[in-house]
């Protein structure tokens, strides 16, 4: 599906329909502070807790549950979260490389200024999620689930959906290089209002997608190499 109103407007004669995502509405508890000294356990359980700077690198907390939380400016390099449940729970300015999320669910879950690198969220479950702002560098999310999800003017280096179902998931203000949408199902997914849009791989996966004029011209290169088509002076 391809805007041919040359994008912008999202009424009026011609324009492309599109569901629009639907995001969470955050409305924390006063929150408890994260004891000093305390770290993460696997299958622990967190609720209505604060946790402001803290170094959680290396730490396993595999199969954790977060429920209505806000973790902020902590260090997460190599931290192991795999099958963890954060809900109602906000993120703000955390950090770092490797983190392990692998088979997670998110559920109404804000991230805000995020600096990652190697994120590990494939066969993960993402629902109601705005990830707002920051960097991520290859970001796995392989055979995941998204859906309400919206990044917003965020970078998103060398993403890769592949086998992925994304479900009304928008883009706006983000800049994205070396998206990889190998086997993936896109379901009213809105690519129009991102500031850049690269994809390196599955660019025939765009059905169920809206572009706008420019980006199709912008890819016009990928469909025809897609297509095997040559194209000369």
Not at 79 to 108: E, F, K
Request: with cysteine; hydrophobic share 40%; aromatic share 4%.
């Amino acid at each position: 599906m391809v805007d041919r109103s040359g994008g912008g407007s999202r009424g009026g004669a011609g324009a492309a329909k599109v569901r629009r995502a639907r995001r969470p509405e955050l409305r924390l508890p006063p929150l408890e502070p994260w004891p000093e000294g305390a770290g993460l356990e696997p299958d622990g359980d967190y609720d209505g807790v604060e946790l402001r700077g803290a170094d959680l690198s290396g730490q396993e907390g595999i199969g954790a549950r977060f429920m209505d939380c806000a973790i902020e400016e902590c260090a997460l390099d190599g931290t192991d979260l795999g099958r963890a449940r954060i809900l109602d729970s906000s993120l703000s300015g955390i950090r770092g490389v490797g983190t392990d999320l692998a088979g997670a669910t998110l559920r109404d879950v804000e991230v805000v200024d995020a600096r990652l690198g190697g994120t590990q969220l494939h066969g993960a479950v993402l629902e109601r999620v705005l990830i707002r702002g920051g960097k991520i560098d290859y970001l796995n999310l392989r055979k995941a689930r998204l859906k309400d999800v919206v990044f917003e003017g965020c970078v998103l280096v060398e993403p890769d959906f592949g086998g992925a179902r994304l479900e009304r998931v928008e883009f706006p203000g983000c800049v994205v290089t070396g998206a990889d949408l190998s086997a993936a199902t896109l379901v009213d997914v809105d690519l129009r209002d991102a500031a850049r849009l690269e994809i390196a791989r599955g660019v025939d996966r765009l059905g169920g997608a809206v572009i706008s004029t420019a980006q199709l011209l912008d890819l016009a290169p990928v469909f025809a190499a897609a297509l095997g088509v040559r194209v000369e002076g």
